[in-house]
Structures are given as C-alpha cells and as structure tokens.
C-alpha cells in the first residue's frame, strides 16, 4: 500500500474514528441495510469516546454516499469533525470494525484496499484505438482515441491488378493505423509507470498491435478476447475481465513482497528484520522501504510525540528528547510510523509467520 494517501492522518491529531463494513448493493433492501449497520457502528462508535461533531461528519460520509456497484466493502476514518480517508474496498472486510484511538486505524487498507497497479487498457480496430491510463492512485490520467484514416480501409473481391493494389493499399493504412495505436500504448504506459497493459478489440488488431509494441511493454501486456470500440460490445464482461487481471497483479505484488522478504532474511547482512524490537528501531531511523504486517493481534508498542518515533522500551524514547512514552496498539502504531518515513506497508496475510506479527525490507544496511 502506497501510504502516501495516509499524509493527512498523519499530520492529524487524534482521535480518530475507524470503520470498515460490508457496503455491497446487489439487493433492494441495500440502502436499508446500510442504514441499520451504520447505526450499530455508530453506537460502538460512541460507546468508545467518538464525540458528535465527528460521528456527524462521518453520517454525511456513510448514508449520503453513492452506493457501490454489487459487492464491495467500504473504509472511514474521521477526526475533528473532519472525514480524513473514505475509500471503497474491492472485499469487503470479514467482520464489520469501530474503532476510537489515539491513532487512525489503517492496516486493514493494507489488505482490502491496496490500489491496483498503474495500468493501461487499450480497445483496438483496423482505425485505431480507445485508450485509458489510470495511475498508481486509481485515477484516470489519460483517455483518448488514436485514430488513423478508415479510407478504402475495406478489403475488396476480385482478382483485378487495380483491386490487388487497392487491398495493398487498406493493408497498408491498417498497418499505420496499428503502429500509431502502438506508439501512443507505449508513450503512455511508460509515463505512468503502467506494469500492466491490457488490449482488447478485434482479433487481427490486438495480435497486431501487441507485434508493434516494444518489447518491454509487451511483457506487461494481456490480451483479452471481450470488448470492441462500439458501444455494446462486450465491454461489461471487459470490465471484470480487467478486474480480476488487476486482483491478480495486486496478489503477485504481495507474493513478490514475501520472497523478497525470505531471501533477505536468510542472508547475514540481508536487508530484512522482523519483530517489534528490530522493525521499530528500522522506523526510528527511517531505513524501512516496506513495511510487512501479518497478524500482530492485540500487542502493543511505545510512542512518542513523533510518528515514527516507535519502540519497545521506554527509554528508547526518552532518549529522543520525549519526556514520557505513550502506549499504542502495535497495529495502529506501526503503519503511521512507516507512512511518516514514506514507506509501503503490504498485508502479507498467511504468506509468512512474522515474528510478533511486524517485518520490514530496509533500504540499506
């Protein structure tokens, strides 16, 4: 998870309101269903110390809201009056959570709602194609259509020279039309940093597009049989097929995350630790990269008056000019620490047994 997004939590004082419920919409009684869950959540909500003027915010936020198409799960964290983070989720979260801290709560995002990679969707014919970037944050960058000419575009019958040199001819503004598609897909996956492109369309036009591209690209590139340019073709089924190719890149990024992790740590001086003691010290000294969270449970940490300053034993943060330590819940502590030094945190889940639940990639020795 990209904790950029995470900047305004952390430049916030708490406390923070955090919940995260199923927000699906597939039957008629959603919005009423919505409208009971929420009412439980804010109960918990105020049970916990929420005071009004933040649950009010966080009211607006949650019945006011477009609903989500189908299933989907929903992430809310609010602090003085003001609603901070509201994102949908592409699961929703096995049980709903309301949570009152000190600290915004924002591990579960690690996991339910680690944005898509960067990536580029291109529907191709014979004149060109419709193309769509959407960068690291989710949000459409760049769309537009690259067209050639559909000129006597049309391959003709007969075995006349004049007809033989009239389909050269289409051929060869096909070709152009494909190679000019080709270089914008290019053009722009390279500057959002796209690691997934995919291409849909007609046959003949994705096999040929896809040739034209450079190979690098084309090693990032799915090609998908649903969706045409024409309004009504297919592009529904496109749409999950481009979901589920993103759900997949999300799962890979993670899998990648744990071997690089793995090998790391089995090496000396590999650049890996985990457990609270060495992950906190890693934040205090802002030399995380990526910050690895299985399933901490209930433990705990100490803090100071700075996010990242984390650790295990009091004096440690005394050391740092602080005249008392503050005790936090590990889970809560530990992301805003990694989001104050600009580091990843990724949800590795039952991919590795972490050692108190923390693990951490570091940026140098």
Known sequence: MDTTRLRDLVETDGPFASVYFDDTHNTEDAAKQRELLWRELRGELAEQGADERTLAALDDAVLDSEPPVGRAGRAVVAAAERVLLDQWLAEPPPRPVARVSRMPYVLPLAELGELPPAHVVAVVDRVGADVTAVDERGNVVDSRTVEGTDTHISKVRGGAWAHRNIQAHAEELVKQNIEK??????????????????????????????????????????EVEPGGRKQGSGNEELDLLIDELLAEATARRKDEVAQRFSAALAQPTGLAVQGLEAVTAALREGNVETLLAGDPGDTEVLT??????????????????????????????????????????????????????????????
Do not use: C, N, W, Y
């Open 304 to 365: 100071g008056s700075a996010p990242a300053l984390v650790a295990t034993q009091e004096e440690l943060i005394t050391a740092s000019g602080d005249d008392a330590a503050t005790r936090a819940r590990a889970d809560e502590a530990l992301p805003m620490a990694a989001a104050a030094v600009d580091a990843d945190v990724v949800s590795v889940g039952d991919r590795l047994q972490l050692t108190e639940g923390f693990g951490a990639l570091l940026r140098h020795d």
């Open 181 to 222: 598609a080709a270089e914008h897909v290019a053009s722009i996956t390279r500057s959002v940093g796209a690691t997934l492109v995919v291409v849909a369309g007609e046959s003949q036009a994705r096999k040929a597009l896809i040739d034209a591209l450079p190979q690098g690209v084309r090693e990032s590139t799915e």
